[in-house]
């Protein structure tokens, strides 16, 4: 709810007071009794029109762009996400009990690379092209940019379009081509997998909240040795209604009582809808006349920019935080975002199958230490920045960094090892052959 109330204010407007009133209109017809008598091929005629009216513009864009666009016709989407939501709608005891019997079944495990710490920060909504190291002309991320131990991987995709169905896949073994096999919890996820390798675990959120239903980022995190969630307290509506900055996190991120090695997962809200309410006011450098390109909205666009420029904050006070011991941070997004530039040049948001809101950023921070300590697998990791990856893996390339070896490794889903499968066919959302139709866009 609270998501869908940020996503209309957004779009309030001229367009969205006419489609109220039209709305409002309709309400009143729909009292009013009209007896018409009309025979069946009038009837199906009838039918064909609104059906036409309704979606034949989506359609023709579906046949325009790519066919397997079909998916994102109104009536089709909301019927296949009605029923991929009815199997991630689990109940999180449900989920934990499954991923801690998994974990009771396996033997203690041995983190050969020994590093200190691994830090593992999860975005919301970030674009790749929204960040100067890919490119972008404006200075969205001062920070960043001045760092000089980083990896900046060029060709990384998310698995999914929101959330909930990346975080399904994101942290555990599960990933797009095994979920015909079992359910995605039940496989060991990413928390348990570093507490068998004798890692301290923490996980640290300003999204999850504690919810009965579907929430697989929460019921991984709350197992965690240390967790904190700013809105552990909250309902779903209240997360995004009242939610803090990112920022809430640092003194929490500060003042970790850390151990031999540790795993630590940070989570943020990062970029997600409405962009103003992600930054505090003294992070509005951006404005209307920052953004050159001839687009509607402009001043959503640079609330967004302004958001990315607090998050380029966050991840440098918490690589501040952890510079001067054994350090890798890895930044990611779940899904990235579309600034009126997907395809269709209509979409402020994410949820539909597009490159823009594949294309996540994927960049790798390192310590001097960890530069020392660790040279065979920092080649390694360099070596890889270009290959195409998929985040549904990300399991696969902590096992390698960390060294760790169990029976659910893949080392062909590792990019830095060796086997790696440099062919794999990357389906986004499940469905479209990302290689094949969204890269050549």
């Known amino acids: 709810?609270?998501?869908?109330?940020?996503?209309?204010?957004?779009?309030?407007?001229?367009?969205?007071?006419?489609?109220?009133?039209?709305?409002?209109?309709?309400?009143?017809?729909?009292?009013?009794?009209?007896?018409?008598?009309?025979?069946?091929?009038?009837?199906?005629?009838?039918?064909?029109?609104?059906?036409?009216?309704?979606?034949?513009?989506?359609?023709?864009?579906?046949?325009?762009?790519?066919?397997?666009?079909?998916?994102?016709?109104?009536?089709?989407?909301?019927?296949?996400?009605?029923?991929?939501?009815?199997?991630?709608?689990?109940?999180?005891?449900?989920?934990?009990?499954?991923?801690?019997?998994?974990?009771?079944?396996?033997?203690?495990?041995?983190?050969?690379?020994?590093?200190?710490?691994?830090?593992?920060?999860?975005?919301?909504?970030?674009?790749?092209?929204?960040?100067?190291?890919?490119?972008?002309?404006?200075?969205?991320?001062?920070?960043?940019?001045?760092?000089?131990?980083?990896?900046?991987?060029?060709?990384?995709?998310?698995?999914?379009?929101?959330?909930?169905?990346?975080?399904?896949?994101?942290?555990?073994?599960?990933?797009?081509?095994?979920?015909?096999?079992?359910?995605?919890?039940?496989?060991?996820?990413?928390?348990?997998?570093?507490?068998?390798?004798?890692?301290?675990?923490?996980?640290?959120?300003?999204?999850?909240?504690?919810?009965?239903?579907?929430?697989?980022?929460?019921?991984?995190?709350?197992?965690?040795?240390?967790?904190?969630?700013?809105?552990?307290?909250?309902?779903?509506?209240?997360?995004?209604?009242?939610?803090?900055?990112?920022?809430?996190?640092?003194?929490?991120i500060k003042n970790l009582k850390l151990s031999d090695n540790n795993f630590i997962v940070i989570h943020l809200l990062g970029n997600h809808g409405n962009y103003k309410k992600r930054y505090p006011k003294t992070f509005s450098k951006f404005s209307e006349s920052d953004i050159k390109e001839n687009i509607k909205d402009k001043k959503s666009i640079s609330e967004y920019y302004n958001s990315i420029l607090y998050t380029d904050y966050i991840i440098y006070s918490i690589y501040e935080r952890f510079k001067d011991d054994d350090t890798l941070i890895i930044y990611l997004s779940d899904h990235a975002e579309s600034l009126y530039d997907d395809k269709t040049k209509s979409l402020l948001g994410h949820g539909v199958s597009d490159k823009i809101i594949a294309d996540i950023p994927f960049i790798i921070l390192y310590s001097n230490s960890f530069k020392t300590n660790h040279k065979e697998l920092l080649d390694k990791l360099i070596l890889s920045k270009d290959l195409a990856f998929m985040s549904d893996d990300l399991i696969h390339l902590l096992c390698d960094i960390a060294g760790i070896k169990i029976a659910e490794f893949d080392e062909s889903r590792s990019p830095i090892n060796k086997k790696y499968n440099k062919f794999r066919i990357r389906l986004f959302a499940n469905e479209i052959n990302y290689d094949n139709f969204l890269k050549l866009d």
């Open 1 to 252: 709810m609270a998501e869908s109330i940020e996503f209309i204010s957004i779009y309030i407007n001229f367009k969205f007071f006419g489609i109220l009133i039209f709305m409002i209109v309709a309400l009143i017809l729909l009292k009013i009794k009209i007896n018409i008598k009309i025979n069946n091929k009038l009837n199906i005629a009838f039918i064909i029109l609104i059906f036409v009216v309704c979606f034949g513009n989506d359609l023709r864009r579906a046949i325009k762009y790519d066919f397997s666009r079909y998916i994102n016709i109104p009536f089709i989407k909301f019927n296949k996400e009605l029923i991929y939501t009815d199997d991630i709608l689990i109940n999180s005891k449900i989920m934990q009990e499954s991923y801690l019997k998994i974990a009771n079944n396996h033997e203690k495990l041995k983190a050969n690379e020994n590093i200190k710490n691994i830090v593992l920060i999860i975005g919301e909504s970030s674009r790749r092209s929204a960040y100067q190291d890919y490119g972008q002309g404006l200075n969205t991320t001062p920070n960043l940019i001045n760092i000089k131990n980083k990896i900046i991987y060029s060709d990384v995709i998310a698995p999914y379009a929101s959330t909930n169905p990346v975080m399904s896949v994101l942290l555990n073994f599960a990933n797009l081509d095994n979920l015909s096999e079992r359910k995605f919890y039940e496989n060991l996820d990413i928390i348990n997998l570093f507490k068998l390798a004798n890692y301290k675990t923490f996980w640290i959120s300003n999204q999850d909240y504690i919810s009965e239903w579907g929430n697989n980022a929460a019921s991984v995190g709350i197992m965690s040795d240390f967790s904190y969630f700013t809105n552990k307290y909250m309902s779903s509506s209240d997360t995004l209604s009242y939610a803090k900055y990112d920022g809430v996190l640092l003194p929490i």
